[in-house]
């Protein structure tokens, strides 16, 4: 086969055009209409259905080589957000796409809440990065692929968050024993949230509990984080653990108490199997006013009720010993009822 010089140049800039393309994304950014910010998790789609979905600041980057240097029309769609339709009812709008160029896309919020940004996982701002734009600030994501959902508290001057089970890129299955991070105070959340997450050697969010002794692969999930002075005044960071073969069958559970040095937890006392509520639980709140010096929690049996019906003093001694919990009840002091309940 004969190359003529012609058609080796053309050979070679086409590959030259085609890399460009494929490696130099256009940019799409979506932005609330009454407030400029990037909206994430808006989705795009063009007419043959080939999807894209905006990161944590809005952006979308579109780098599939056979859209480039062409008018493309891209449906508009994104929960709680709208954009508005064309002639033809269409929610969307065509956009001239070439390698480096860039389009702003205004939609109109229509619920209360603004949606921010996604605070864990990976490629939080894939499409940022990509398109060379700059990212809120860097971040210890602690290769966190996903995670159970969140428990707060403050504690030390820091707020200390923790999940339950979490994912990783190496394999399908993670860790089951809670993973944890730190922020600073005073962070301003329309930005973002600067996690420093508690890792491995290897840089994986690793477990906030040890191993379960005689049942490695059982999980420890915890709740009810509450930071409060022991005897000496020092403050101690509390939750209640866990420690489960699975969604139905409970090993053990206790309280948990958080060792500064190791970052980690260590057991502070073993419950009862079949104590039903005097411990710490859900989403603990301080009381206040009358109730000033106590923990509130919610009780057990009533797990999705929206307001405490439990408390505790607010010290770790207290928190430790069930016998200083007490619970709202309807029932008449003296009843039978009540006598029950009091003995256990």
């Not at 000496?232 to 958080?258: M, N, T, V, W, Y």
Request: charged share 20%.
């Amino acid at each position: 086969m004969n190359w003529r010089p012609g058609s080796v140049i053309a050979l070679i800039l086409g590959f030259v055009v085609h890399g460009f393309a494929a490696s130099t994304p256009f940019g799409i950014h979506v932005t609330d209409e009454a407030t400029g910010r990037g909206v994430p998790l808006i989705e795009l789609e063009t007419v043959n259905r080939v999807g894209y979905v905006t990161d944590s600041a809005g952006f979308a980057a579109i780098d599939d080589p056979e859209l480039m240097g062409r008018r493309i029309f891209f449906y508009v769609r994104g929960h709680g957000y709208l954009f508005p339709p064309d002639g033809f009812g269409s929610h969307g709008k065509a956009l001239d796409v070439r390698p480096g160029g860039s389009a702003e896309l205004k939609v109109q919020r229509v619920n209360i809440a603004q949606r921010l940004y996604r605070i864990t996982g990976e490629g939080i701002y894939r499409d940022t990065v990509l398109l060379g734009e700059p990212r809120p600030f860097p971040q210890n994501n602690g290769q966190v692929a996903g995670q159970d959902s969140v428990q707060t508290a403050i504690h030390g001057g820091r707020i200390y968050w923790f999940w339950g089970d979490t994912a990783r890129m190496e394999y399908a299955l993670g860790h089951f024993r809670m993973s944890g991070a730190t922020s600073p105070p005073g962070f301003d959340p329309a930005v973002g949230v600067p996690l420093d997450y508690f890792v491995g050697e290897n840089g994986f969010a690793r477990p906030m509990w040890p191993a379960v002794p005689g049942q490695p692969s059982a999980l420890v999930w915890s709740d009810g984080f509450i930071s409060a002075p022991d005897a000496s005044g020092r403050d101690r960071l509390l939750a209640h653990h866990s420690q489960r073969l699975g969604l139905e069958e409970q090993l053990a559970h206790g309280l948990s108490i958080f060792n500064e040095e190791t970052k980690s937890f260590d057991e502070l006392r073993t419950l009862p199997a079949d104590e039903p509520w005097r411990f710490p639980k859900g989403h603990p709140v301080r009381g206040r006013d009358a109730l000033e010096g106590y923990i509130l929690f919610r009780a057990e049996a009533d797990s999705h009720a929206p307001f405490p019906a439990v408390r505790a003093p607010a010290t770790v001694e207290a928190l430790a010993d069930p016998g200083q919990y007490e619970a709202f009840t309807c029932l008449r002091p003296g009843s039978r009822e009540v006598e029950r309940d009091a003995a256990g």
